[in-house]
């Protein structure tokens, strides 16, 4: 069964740094490209990044380029994505998922990411 | 960047009736490879988004055949045949053709 717990959210000041952690298990995670996800509470899903199975490569969605960076281990079969610069507009509930056939078919549960004074 | 709008964005509906939700594209969502990578999901209150559809029409194991999508080039439906309790949730529509790009969501009640 195809698993993805995500960890490492929690109060952040404006201008702090976190990183966000997504272990995986159940498949072969070092042969898939990987995503970041974010929600903001009660509001829709934006994606925000991708890295490739290797991890020599990743993308960004504009809003976040140079403040987001996602990464992986291999060895770990896990995923995470640092962020500083941290703003308000960045509280957001943050999901990796797993791509396939063009879309996610697999989520972690999210962690809850509240940056405020 | 691709836009998508769905439609409507709050459906009430009577149990064991017919619900119908609209994507539209700003840009046509054919990949260079033929297919076109338009998902469903479905996100019921306090879970993680659930795919339901991928490449326009086909379901997700598991998936009830109640829900079914269709559409081409820059419009897309899906459609629940009969509306169970259990549907009540947001559904977005999200295209994988070119980059990402998630719908607003429609937020499905029970009338």
């Known amino acids: 069964e195809v698993q993805l717990v995500e960890s490492g959210g929690g109060l952040v000041h404006p201008g702090g740094s976190l990183r966000l952690s997504c272990t995986a298990s159940?498949?072969?995670?070092?042969?898939?490209?990987m995503h970041w996800v974010r929600q903001v509470p009660g509001k829709g899903l934006v994606w925000v990044a991708r890295?490739?199975?290797?991890?020599?490569?990743?993308i960004y969605a504009e809003s976040v380029k140079g403040r987001l960076t996602i990464s992986r281990d291999n060895n770990k079969n896990t995923l995470y994505l640092q962020m500083n610069s941290l703003r308000a507009d960045d509280t957001a509930v943050y999901y990796c998922?797993?791509?396939?056939?063009?879309?996610?078919?697999?989520w972690g549960q999210g962690t809850l990411v509240t940056v405020s004074s | 960047d691709i836009v998508l709008t769905q439609s409507p964005l709050s459906l009430p509906v009577t149990l064991g009736q017919p619900a119908s939700i609209s994507c539209r594209s700003s840009?046509?969502?054919?990949?260079?490879?033929?297919?076109?990578?338009l998902n469903w999901f479905q996100q019921r209150p306090g879970q993680s988004p659930r795919r339901l559809i991928y490449?326009?029409?086909i379901r997700e194991s598991g998936v009830p055949d109640r829900f079914s999508g269709s559409g081409s080039g820059t419009d897309f439906t899906l459609k629940i045949s009969r509306v169970e309790a259990e549907d009540v949730g947001v559904y977005y529509c999200?295209?994988?053709?070119?980059?990402?790009?998630f719908g607003q969501g429609t937020k499905l009640e029970i009338k």
């Open positions: 159940g498949f072969t995670f070092n042969i898939y490209y």
């Open positions: 890295i490739s199975p290797d991890g020599s490569s990743a």
């Open positions: 490449k326009v029409s």
């Open positions: 998922a797993r791509p396939l056939y063009g879309g996610f078919d697999s």
């Open positions: 999200m295209q994988g053709t070119r980059l990402y790009n």
């Open positions: 840009q046509g969502l054919v990949h260079s490879d033929g297919n076109t990578y």
